[in-house]
């Protein structure tokens, strides 16, 4: 693995950790995730740096497998370009469904 690939799998691996730290400040709960807006733009600004990263890594090494590459890409777009019709029940769909098998990604991906 090139070293600038392994950089975004540690920064994507790092934001993941950071994620289930706002997960924890809202006891995992939706309703104390959407009446907080700045935890809100938090985890909306850590899945775009998680989108940016993912485009990175496919573009240096497009043969990496991870599974949901152009949906994660394509949710960054989304959340810098059409930041109006993000929901915070999508996000939080996202943060409990997505990012745990994005987490085992990496993890396989970083032990090769």
């Keep these: 693995m090139q070293p600038k690939v392994l950089k975004y799998i540690l920064d994507i691996e790092s934001i993941i950790a950071e994620i289930e730290l706002v997960k924890s400040?809202?006891?995992?709960?939706?309703?104390?995730?959407?009446?907080?807006?700045?935890?809100?733009?938090?985890?909306?600004?850590?899945?775009?740096?998680?989108?940016?990263?993912?485009?990175?890594?496919?573009?240096?090494?497009?043969?990496?497998?991870?599974?949901?590459?152009?949906?994660?890409?394509?949710?960054?777009?989304?959340?810098?370009?059409?930041?109006?019709?993000v929901e915070p029940e999508m996000i939080w769909g996202i943060i409990q469904k997505d990012i745990p098998l994005l987490a085992q990604e990496i993890t396989r991906i970083k032990n090769q």
Excluded: W
């Design 25 to 85: 400040k809202t006891q995992n709960d939706f309703q104390n995730f959407k009446n907080d807006i700045i935890l809100q733009r938090a985890i909306e600004r850590h899945l775009e740096i998680i989108g940016e990263a993912v485009r990175k890594v496919v573009d240096l090494e497009p043969t990496i497998p991870i599974t949901s590459a152009r949906n994660i890409i394509g949710l960054r777009n989304i959340i810098s370009h059409a930041y109006d019709s």
